[in-house]
């Protein structure tokens, strides 16, 4: 089955951090923890200048993995402890896995991704009803999207070239082809629980009635635009995900502008309380949870007439009390699912 439809591609502007109004920056206040056992206890990994480096938040350790000598490109976790990644040898990819909760793992190659960097390389994804791992390649670059997925068999060790995308330079629409990949599992957020609207965003799950979750939002200083270029515009505000306790929810608000769409992540309890608007881009991917109820992100650390450049960007970790706590200035990463 597949379907053509002329694709709008979301960039987002940059939303003003600020928790209950305050920014909370500084170390996690909780108790030091235990360093975890193995592998498959750490919480993500992260990778930079090439090498993986396994995160446990509670402890705040951080483990580089020297066992593994080539460039690691990106990696992705399966619901059996272990990681797949891809690494690079001169340019040619391959992909390796590790098994996490062995006593002393080391990386296994599975096979020739039959691909180089020259190709654009994008994310692992991963089918595991199906048995397969993913590459996305061939990005389409005028709409910021892939056109391919490279996928490895791990019964078979095949791997074969599928098209999800095709791009038409004449009508300028693309031609996408139904491939079921996913990135990573989130709770998923029942949207008969919530509604919205031009700026608004009701949660409609509590028992004294309907709870307005964006009534906190300062829309001028998220947009940098004006009261009154605002009342010309339409702000959609829509839900993305829910934190593993269930009385959170992530939330994004945008501007469709053309084949731009501007916009930051939010934060709020499920009773309207504790508000926090990300210092983020939605271009960089959405923030993901970990399973005490911390979120990681890719924290901006710029303004909004800023470039998006590497140097102002950190990879941080908001916990339930909202404290930010930045790690690194790597964007690579990967949370363990739970």
Same mark, same amino acid.
């Given at each position: 089955m597949k379907k053509t439809i002329i694709l709008l591609m979301a960039f987002a502007a940059i939303g003003m951090m600020s928790c209950n109004g305050t920014p909370q920056k500084g170390n996690d206040p909780t108790p030091q923890a235990v360093k975890p056992a193995s592998l498959s206890d750490y919480d993500m990994v992260i990778m930079e200048a090439g090498q993986l480096l396994f995160y446990h938040n509670a402890s705040g350790e951080c483990l580089p993995f020297t066992a593994e000598t080539d460039s690691v490109v990106n990696a992705i976790y399966d619901s059996h402890n272990t990681l797949y990644y891809t690494v690079s040898r001169n340019r040619a990819l391959s992909l390796k896995s590790l098994k996490l909760d062995e006593t002393d793992p080391q990386p296994n190659e599975l096979a020739d991704w039959k691909l180089t960097l020259d190709d654009d390389i994008g994310s692992l994804v991963l089918n595991e009803a199906e048995n397969e791992v993913a590459i996305q390649c061939?990005?389409?670059?005028?709409?910021? *999207? @892939? =056109?391919? @997925?490279? %996928?490895?068999? *791990?019964? /078979?060790? +095949? %791997?074969?070239?599928? /098209?999800? *995308? /095709?791009?038409?330079?004449? /009508? =300028?629409?693309?031609?996408? @082809? +139904?491939? +079921? @990949? %996913?990135?990573?599992k989130m709770l998923e957020v029942d949207e008969n629980l919530f509604e919205s609207g031009d700026k608004t965003l009701y949660y409609l799950g509590d028992s004294n009635g309907p709870v307005c979750l964006s009534d906190q939002l300062n829309y001028t200083a998220m947009f940098n635009k004006t009261a009154e270029e605002l009342d010309n515009e339409a702000v959609l505000t829509m839900p993305a995900s829910l934190n593993p306790q269930g009385n959170k929810v992530l939330f994004y608000s945008v501007i469709p502008d053309g084949i731009f769409t501007h916009g930051p992540y939010n934060v709020v309890n499920l009773d309207g309380s504790n508000l926090c608007t990300l210092h983020t881009d939605i271009s960089f991917g959405m923030p993901t949870w970990l399973k005490d109820g911390s979120l990681v992100f890719i924290l901006f650390d710029g303004g909004p007439d800023d470039d998006y450049v590497a140097e102002k960007m950190h990879l941080a970790i908001m916990n339930p009390e909202g404290v930010i706590k930045e790690l690194n200035p790597s964007t690579n990463y990967v949370v363990k699912p739970f």
């Amino acid at each position: 089955m597949k379907k053509t439809i002329i694709l709008l591609m979301a960039f987002a502007a940059i939303g003003m951090m600020s928790c209950n109004g305050t920014p909370q920056k500084g170390n996690d206040p909780t108790p030091q923890a235990v360093k975890p056992a193995s592998l498959s206890d750490y919480d993500m990994v992260i990778m930079e200048a090439g090498q993986l480096l396994f995160y446990h938040n509670a402890s705040g350790e951080c483990l580089p993995f020297t066992a593994e000598t080539d460039s690691v490109v990106n990696a992705i976790y399966d619901s059996h402890n272990t990681l797949y990644y891809t690494v690079s040898r001169n340019r040619a990819l391959s992909l390796k896995s590790l098994k996490l909760d062995e006593t002393d793992p080391q990386p296994n190659e599975l096979a020739d991704w039959k691909l180089t960097l020259d190709d654009d390389i994008g994310s692992l994804v991963l089918n595991e009803a199906e048995n397969e791992v993913a590459i996305q390649c061939h990005a389409i670059p005028l709409y910021n *999207t @892939f =056109g391919s @997925f490279m %996928v490895y068999n *791990t019964e /078979t060790h +095949d %791997v074969a070239l599928e /098209t999800e *995308t /095709t791009f038409d330079e004449e /009508t =300028g629409e693309l031609e996408y @082809f +139904d491939i +079921d @990949f %996913v990135a990573k599992k989130m709770l998923e957020v029942d949207e008969n629980l919530f509604e919205s609207g031009d700026k608004t965003l009701y949660y409609l799950g509590d028992s004294n009635g309907p709870v307005c979750l964006s009534d906190q939002l300062n829309y001028t200083a998220m947009f940098n635009k004006t009261a009154e270029e605002l009342d010309n515009e339409a702000v959609l505000t829509m839900p993305a995900s829910l934190n593993p306790q269930g009385n959170k929810v992530l939330f994004y608000s945008v501007i469709p502008d053309g084949i731009f769409t501007h916009g930051p992540y939010n934060v709020v309890n499920l009773d309207g309380s504790n508000l926090c608007t990300l210092h983020t881009d939605i271009s960089f991917g959405m923030p993901t949870w970990l399973k005490d109820g911390s979120l990681v992100f890719i924290l901006f650390d710029g303004g909004p007439d800023d470039d998006y450049v590497a140097e102002k960007m950190h990879l941080a970790i908001m916990n339930p009390e909202g404290v930010i706590k930045e790690l690194n200035p790597s964007t690579n990463y990967v949370v363990k699912p739970f």
